[in-house]
């Protein structure tokens, strides 16, 4: 069951094109509720004129589970995109190197699990050009303890590359990237390498993960 309820959107007086809508969201699948608004606003032309679209997308929910003895609810958060340079990008025409928009993507929400403390989650993405960008995020889940993931450029083009480090709150770092071997370091300082099954330490010792 799905229902909505749209606001009188704010409209442009001389072009009477919406400037701004605000939509209230309530579904329902199963034993899980979702409730929430999503914000539209800052609309403008392409470059070509023809397309009218907004440029900062505001959303604001949470997921319920509604079954006798769930976990109640266990997402909450608020997520925001906003596009730049709509102005300069020729939507009727394909995206290329030189026909792009950027944009911003942040959500700060909590998740729960059950018989657990809640998990803060912010997670910040950059899209900085065509197929290109970058992501990162944070984890906290009580005590001080924390995982965050490093600002991970990305780039859809074929033969890149891309390197992931994971954080926690003492500086003890993972890294993946596209070779076999991953890096655990205490700070700067490489400590072991895992290959396959096995765990190799800097002072010799070795042990399997099976």
Known sequence: MCSYAVVPCVVNCISNEPT????SLTASVRNTKFNGTLDMGSFLFDKSKVFWSPSTFTFN??????????NGAFLTGRLTL???GYANFDASQP???TNFETATL?????????NARPVNLVLNGSDTG???GTVSANFSYGNGKSISVNSVPFNNAPGSTQTVTLTNQDE???????TPTVKVLAGSDVVA???GNMISYTDGYMESLN
């Open 82 to 84: 906003a596009t730049t």
């Open 95 to 97: 995206a290329s190197p």
């Open 172 to 178: 003890l770092k993972i890294t993946f990237d596209n």
């Open 20 to 23: 701004a809508i605000h939509v």
């Open 130 to 132: 065509n197929q290109t």
């Open 193 to 195: 390498t895992v290959t």
């Open 61 to 70: 929910g949470t997921i319920t589970d509604t079954a006798t003895g769930g």
């Open 106 to 114: 942040s959500f700060n929400g909590n998740i729960t699990f059950p």
